[in-house]
């Protein structure tokens, strides 16, 4: 496998150049004191050489190694302790924590870059840092001032580390059936029993304490998903004065063995009548952790496109080195017995949907990232409200929409190796393994496409999908002639999205199965028409600056090949959307 190289120029082409970020940054008070252009591309070079120079190497070896369970003890793959401290300690695990508490404060936007960089150079360490942060962000927003100075400064600085324990073993999905329970006791503290499984980094030996967020039911706790509390549960209990005190009850039962991303512990976590402190008010944990669950949502999708770069990175690079074959159009290089396969019109096709899929992603997990610090920072509450509703319509999009096209990307990049692809040394099949978990945890992919139809764009009535569409249509009725290569087919893509929302929406009242069954198709499409308007949007910057160098031509080359080879499939989906669900009840259970 290649080394891991920081795409930094790409990144800040799309920040810089694509978005000019430090436009928005200078109208949000919180962010305009601290981070500029300079400020932010120094961040970035500096997580670029900590994720390529100390974590990439230890991705193939954590892969071979994986953790380990020992009468509840887990031990991470060698290496993985010195990394975390030097990730820890670069201020890399609270680079977008509230400064108040010791974070650094940066904007979504950066963190997002430097999320993939770090799950790049290796997606099992990467979750560590990230499920840490998330915890930090539902404490940060909805715990207690004094539970927020107790824990965050610790996490933030990477001594103590966060989980988030949802899951149970009937209870995925379905959140409302869980059956934790939590008994308030007379300190105002809740005993919590239950046992939770799949918790990713529930235990290891990264950090001297676990802080876990639990969801638990208090006992007059109503049924459902209205009856869900939240709990902040650490590993050692702490101190008044800060120290660490007793082990808290709380144990790991054992450690999943797993398909892909092997050096992160997923945990069975048994909790034994364990000390907690709620986290907001009894009956709102479902909402509380939803705060988290916006980022790391969109945190998931950018781990499939973290995955989809590094294997682009091997793949770029084999494919002009290895030599098979003769170019159809006769021999290119003659001093060799063959040709390099990035000769074949089909290895191109590989590269280029590699290269569209993850620039296209790269910029539309941008673009959400930037409304989230719309959302956090602005002081104008229209302003606010519009960017919280893009949030919530965009996030399922770039949860599951990037995981799905990683997945197709790994893929490519392990097929362009041929039976190389196949051998674990080149690290391909790895990175295919690793990604398959994106599409399947924080909400299987499934759901997301249920939540963008069903809660987003029905439930708001198409109010959010107006945002976005608007957004698009102000676009394209503005853009200069020269952009009409890209902008034509946009507004295709964005009219056909607007008559197969209208006409589901209308289809949806009729039949409740309507809604479920077109989901899928429906954010695909959705997804390729938000990819279409980002590769617009850089199509305009790299014509403007053609001139300018290979890396311009590049972009507009792939921008051709976006609109040529990727946006028509919205064709054929848009079809199956249209079919209905008829077809999908025409068996019964027993009849399959
Ligand atoms: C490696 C790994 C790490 C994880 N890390 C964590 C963690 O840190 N914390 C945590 O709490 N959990 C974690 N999980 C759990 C993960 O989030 C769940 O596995 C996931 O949400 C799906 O739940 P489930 O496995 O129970 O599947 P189920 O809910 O049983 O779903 C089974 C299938 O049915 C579909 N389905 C279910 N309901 C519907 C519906 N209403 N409509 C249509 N389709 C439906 C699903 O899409 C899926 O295809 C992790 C899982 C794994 C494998």
Redesign the pocket.
Known sequence: MADYKAPLRDMRFVLNEVFEVSKLWAQLPGLAEVVDEDTANAILEEAGKVTGGVIAPLNRMGDEEGCSWNNGVVKTPAGFQDAYKAYSEGGWVGVGGDPAFGGMGMPKVISAQVEEMVNSANLSFGLYPM?TAGACLSINAHASEELKEKYLPNMYSGVWAG?????EPH????LGIIRTKAEPQADGSYKISGT?I????GEHDLTENIIHLVLAKLPDAPAGPKGISLFLVPKVLVNEDGSLGEKNSLSCGSI?H?MG?KA?A?CVMNFDGATGWIVDAPNKGLAAMFTMMNYERLGVGIQGLSLGERSYQSAIEYARERIQSRAPTGPVAKDKAADPIIVHPDVRRMLLTMKALNEGGRAFSSYVAMQLDTAKYSEDPATRKRAEELVALLTPVAKAFLTDMALETTVHGQQIFGGHGYIREWGQEQLVRDCR?TQ?????N??QA?DLVGRKVIGSGGAYYKHFADEIKAFTDSADVSLAEFVNPLKDAIANLEQMTADLMERAKANSNEA?AASVEYLQVFGYTAYAYMWALMARTALAKQGEGDFYVSKLGTARFFFARLLPRIHSLTASVKAGSESLYLLDASQF
């Open positions: 499920l989980s988030m324990c949802l899951t209870a995925g999905t379905d939770k799949f918790i990713t980094g999943e797993k991303i992160s997923t978990i399947i945890y924080e909400g299987t499934g759901i249920l479920g």
